[in-house]
T-cell receptor, first 110, second 116 residues
Framework: KNEVEQSPQNLTAQEGEFITINCSYS?????LHWLQQHPGGGIVSLFM???GKKKHGRLIATINIQEKHSSLHITASHPRDSAVYIC????????????FGTGTRLTIIP | GAVVSQHPSRVICKSGTSVKIECRSL??????MFWYRQFPKQSLMLMAT?????????EQGVEKDKFLINHASLTLSTLTVTSAHPEDSSFYIC????????????FGPGTRLTVT
């Protein structure tokens, strides 16, 4: 069983829909990253968070350390949001090796 | 925001040749840089961790003589794939940790290597 699991694995939605991608982890962590990987392969760092909530534009990331769960939300989704979204857990500060989730492939249909 | 660049973005080389990939932190100093490899439809796999001015730490199963890593400055790390083989064809990604207490890692866009 992967230490970091994402759901769903694949998600197709209509443009404008509110999107939620979930990430659960079984190990203790100090922080969690959300990454976006476009079809060409390029990776963009979206968020690093260790508590609470962060917002950037239409993207919102939340984390509940006690429940070992994080969510990435996209409001007013757009076809350009189509990508693979990956969460990655950092075990503890000082140990920077990330454990990656398997990714969620998001497709937004116009 | 923090920007990490990689060069080249794509490279094709012949078997037996060596290829150098650069990873640069453009607007911050990176005490630590990480090199990852990604196979199609798989997650990122950590290859090695490099700290400025010291030898890289390689993950188990990664050949240090084949994948040479040099972290010569606080803004540049290089990965050289020596005597490349077709099985080395992959997507190579670096990330850089900003100097300081935040432990944030910023990822480069990746380099697609094809060995013919």
């Amino acid at each position: 069983k992967n230490e970091v699991e994402q759901s769903p694995q694949n998600l197709t939605a209509q443009e404008g829909e509110f999107i939620t991608i979930n990430c659960s982890y079984s190990v203790g962590i100090s922080a969690l990253h959300w990454l976006q990987q476009h079809p060409g392969g390029g990776i963009v760092s979206l968020f690093m968070l260790s508590s609470g909530k962060k917002k950037h534009g239409r993207l919102i990331a939340t984390i509940n350390i006690q429940e070992k769960h994080s969510s990435l939300h996209i409001t007013a989704s757009h076809p350009r949001d189509s990508a693979v979204y990956i969460c990655a857990a950092m075990p503890n500060f000082g140990n920077e090796k990330l454990t990656f989730g398997t990714g969620t492939r998001l497709t937004i249909i116009p | 925001g923090a920007v990490v660049s990689q060069h080249p973005s794509r490279v094709i080389c012949k078997s037996g040749t060596s290829v150098k990939i650069e990873c640069r932190s453009l607007d911050f100093q990176a005490t630590t840089m990480f090199w990852y490899r990604q196979f199609p439809k798989q997650s990122l796999m950590l290859m090695a961790t490099s700290n400025e001015g010291s030898k890289a730490t390689y993950e188990q199963g990664v050949e240090k003589d084949k994948f040479l890593i040099n972290h010569a400055s606080l803004t540049l790390s290089t990965l050289t794939v020596t005597s490349a083989h077709p099985e080395d064809s992959s997507f190579y990604i670096c990330s850089a940790r900003r100097a300081g207490p935040t432990y944030e890692q910023y990822f480069g866009p990746g380099t697609r290597l094809t060995v013919t």
